[in-house]
């Protein structure tokens, strides 16, 4: 039982590069969000989406994408990347009618 | 704006002893989650109490809110090196898009030996 899976967990890009974040979870969870960390900040949700094929934005949602083609995954992408997206993301899921969120283990951009 | 903040920013301890983490926030909520986050890893989910609830334990763990001030603490009793970590409040508004979290800027917690 893996939980939340990120890919990658590391990642350097340069400014104006695209990339794409991948969140898998094998919970059968309705719920999925992507959250940025940065120092002083606590988490700021970016994205979420409340079941397949659907999304919604968050706090943070500029410069970035989403996509849920399938339930068990949740794809965050930056498709022309800035220094301030050097950030810690983090992906979550939950259960629709529990509140409880699991976390993955995070992904580390720097954009240079 | 951060819905929760935690005071204090850091603390530090002697094995052994409590340590207790406060939160505070800005609107009416459904529930408050704590979460603990050690160093280069993700968030764990330690305890959720909600908005009709006063006081919640597990384990060594004890969750207080009081709605009417908007604030939570957490304590956690005869602490150990191992609890060493950052500790994360996040108020829960359930809406459309499942229970909505917003988070604090967290306690790091060092406990010493």
């Known amino acids: 039982n893996a939980g939340v899976t990120q890919t990658p967990k590391f990642r350097v890009l340069k400014t104006g590069q695209s990339m794409t974040l991948l969140c898998a979870q094998d919970m059968n969870h309705e719920y999925m969000y992507w959250y940025r960390q940065d120092p002083g900040m606590g988490l700021r949700l970016i994205h979420y989406s409340v079941g397949e094929g659907t999304t919604a934005k968050g706090e943070v949602p500029d410069g970035y994408n989403v996509s849920r083609l399938k339930k068990q995954n949740f794809l965050l992408g930056l498709e022309s990347a800035a220094p301030s997206q050097t950030s810690v993301y983090f992906c979550?899921?939950?259960?629709?009618?529990?509140?409880?969120?699991?976390f993955g283990q995070g992904t580390r951009l720097t954009v240079v | 704006s951060q819905q929760g903040e935690e005071d204090p920013q850091a603390l530090s301890i002697q094995e052994g002893e409590n340590a207790t983490m406060n939160c505070s926030y800005k609107t009416s909520i459904n529930n408050l989650q704590w979460y603990r986050q050690n160093s280069g890893r993700g968030l764990v989910h330690l305890i959720l109490i909600r908005s009709n609830e006063r006081e919640k334990h597990s384990g060594r763990l004890r969750v207080t809110l009081d709605t009417s001030k908007k604030s939570s603490s957490l304590l956690i009793t005869a602490s150990r090196a191992a609890d060493t970590a950052s500790y994360f409040c996040a108020t829960g508004i359930l809406t459309g898009g499942g229970n909505k979290l917003t988070f604090g800027t967290g306690t790091q917690l060092k406990v010493e030996l």
């Open positions: 979550a899921s939950s259960y629709w009618g529990q509140d409880e969120a699991f």
